[in-house]
Nanobody, 124 residues
Framework: QVQLLESGGGLVQAGGSLRLSCAAS????????MGWFRQAPGKERDFVAA????????RYADSVKGRFTISRDNAKNTVYLQMNSLKPEDTAVYYC?????????????????WGQGTQVTVSS
Protein backbone atom coordinates (compact mmCIF):
# COMPACT_ATOMS: atom_id res chain seq x y z
CA GLN A 1 0.00 0.00 0.00
CA VAL A 2 1.02 3.58 -0.70
CA GLN A 3 -0.14 6.54 1.34
CA LEU A 4 -0.19 10.07 -0.04
CA LEU A 5 -0.57 13.24 1.97
CA GLU A 6 -1.16 16.58 0.26
CA SER A 7 -0.60 19.99 1.80
CA GLY A 8 -0.34 23.62 0.77
CA GLY A 9 -3.86 24.42 -0.35
CA GLY A 10 -5.70 27.53 0.71
CA LEU A 11 -7.40 30.73 -0.33
CA VAL A 12 -5.59 33.13 -2.65
CA GLN A 13 -6.55 36.10 -4.79
CA ALA A 14 -6.48 35.91 -8.57
CA GLY A 15 -2.95 36.41 -9.84
CA GLY A 16 -1.44 34.93 -6.70
CA SER A 17 0.59 31.78 -6.14
CA LEU A 18 0.43 28.60 -4.12
CA ARG A 19 2.74 25.62 -3.77
CA LEU A 20 1.24 22.20 -3.18
CA SER A 21 3.22 19.31 -1.74
CA CYS A 22 2.48 15.61 -1.68
CA ALA A 23 4.51 13.14 0.37
CA ALA A 24 4.38 9.44 -0.45
CA SER A 25 4.99 6.65 2.04
CA UNK A 26 4.62 2.89 2.10
CA UNK A 27 5.52 0.31 -0.52
CA UNK A 28 6.16 2.16 -3.76
CA UNK A 29 7.71 0.67 -6.86
CA UNK A 30 11.22 1.73 -7.73
CA UNK A 31 10.28 4.20 -10.45
CA UNK A 32 6.80 5.55 -9.98
CA UNK A 33 5.17 8.45 -11.73
CA MET A 34 3.46 11.13 -9.66
CA GLY A 35 0.63 13.26 -10.87
CA TRP A 36 -1.73 16.03 -9.86
CA PHE A 37 -5.42 16.11 -10.69
CA ARG A 38 -8.20 18.47 -9.69
CA GLN A 39 -11.94 18.29 -9.29
CA ALA A 40 -14.30 21.25 -9.12
CA PRO A 41 -17.81 20.87 -7.69
CA GLY A 42 -20.10 19.03 -10.06
CA LYS A 43 -17.30 18.26 -12.51
CA GLU A 44 -15.12 15.28 -13.33
CA ARG A 45 -11.63 14.84 -12.01
CA ASP A 46 -9.23 16.40 -14.51
CA PHE A 47 -5.54 15.93 -15.19
CA VAL A 48 -3.27 18.82 -14.20
CA ALA A 49 0.34 17.65 -14.40
CA ALA A 50 2.52 14.56 -14.08
CA UNK A 51 6.22 13.83 -13.72
CA UNK A 52 8.36 10.77 -14.31
CA UNK A 53 10.63 9.24 -11.70
CA UNK A 54 13.71 10.93 -13.14
CA UNK A 55 11.95 14.26 -13.52
CA UNK A 56 12.98 14.40 -17.17
CA UNK A 57 9.47 13.85 -18.51
CA UNK A 58 6.64 16.15 -17.50
CA ARG A 59 3.17 16.67 -18.92
CA TYR A 60 0.70 19.46 -18.34
CA ALA A 61 -2.91 20.18 -19.12
CA ASP A 62 -3.21 22.94 -21.69
CA SER A 63 -5.11 25.07 -19.19
CA VAL A 64 -2.12 25.28 -16.83
CA LYS A 65 0.85 25.32 -19.22
CA GLY A 66 3.14 28.24 -18.52
CA ARG A 67 1.58 28.86 -15.10
CA PHE A 68 2.07 25.62 -13.16
CA THR A 69 5.31 23.69 -12.63
CA ILE A 70 5.58 20.15 -11.32
CA SER A 71 8.75 18.90 -9.65
CA ARG A 72 9.82 16.12 -7.31
CA ASP A 73 12.40 15.29 -4.66
CA ASN A 74 12.91 11.53 -4.64
CA ALA A 75 15.00 11.65 -1.49
CA LYS A 76 11.89 12.93 0.28
CA ASN A 77 9.38 10.94 -1.82
CA THR A 78 7.65 14.24 -2.43
CA VAL A 79 6.13 15.92 -5.46
CA TYR A 80 5.40 19.63 -5.71
CA LEU A 81 3.07 21.75 -7.79
CA GLN A 82 4.02 25.41 -8.03
CA MET A 83 0.96 27.34 -9.16
CA ASN A 84 1.43 30.91 -10.38
CA SER A 85 -0.94 33.44 -11.96
CA LEU A 86 -3.87 31.65 -10.42
CA LYS A 87 -7.33 32.19 -11.85
CA PRO A 88 -10.77 31.68 -10.31
CA GLU A 89 -11.27 28.72 -12.66
CA ASP A 90 -8.37 26.98 -10.93
CA THR A 91 -10.57 26.61 -7.86
CA ALA A 92 -10.90 22.90 -7.07
CA VAL A 93 -9.83 20.12 -4.78
CA TYR A 94 -6.35 19.07 -5.89
CA TYR A 95 -5.36 15.42 -5.62
CA CYS A 96 -1.98 13.78 -5.75
CA UNK A 97 -1.70 10.33 -7.34
CA UNK A 98 0.86 7.60 -7.98
CA UNK A 99 1.19 5.37 -11.04
CA UNK A 100 3.61 2.51 -10.48
CA UNK A 101 3.97 1.56 -14.15
CA UNK A 102 6.44 4.37 -14.67
CA UNK A 103 4.52 5.78 -17.63
CA UNK A 104 3.59 9.46 -17.57
CA UNK A 105 -0.16 9.22 -18.06
CA UNK A 106 -3.00 11.70 -17.94
CA UNK A 107 -6.02 9.47 -17.28
CA UNK A 108 -7.16 9.22 -13.65
CA UNK A 109 -8.02 5.53 -13.99
CA UNK A 110 -4.37 4.72 -14.72
CA UNK A 111 -3.26 5.86 -11.25
CA UNK A 112 -3.42 3.32 -8.45
CA UNK A 113 -3.10 5.43 -5.33
CA TRP A 114 -4.65 8.75 -4.36
CA GLY A 115 -4.37 11.29 -1.61
CA GLN A 116 -7.33 12.81 0.24
CA GLY A 117 -7.05 16.10 -1.61
CA THR A 118 -6.39 19.70 -0.66
CA GLN A 119 -8.72 22.62 -1.39
CA VAL A 120 -7.52 25.49 -3.54
CA THR A 121 -9.79 28.52 -3.77
CA VAL A 122 -8.97 31.48 -5.99
CA SER A 123 -11.03 34.60 -5.43
CA SER A 124 -11.64 37.18 -8.15
Amino acid sequence: QVQLLESGGGLVQAGGSLRLSCAASGRTSSRYTMGWFRQAPGKERDFVAAISWSGVTTRYADSVKGRFTISRDNAKNTVYLQMNSLKPEDTAVYYCAVDQTGLVLTTPSEYEYWGQGTQVTVSS
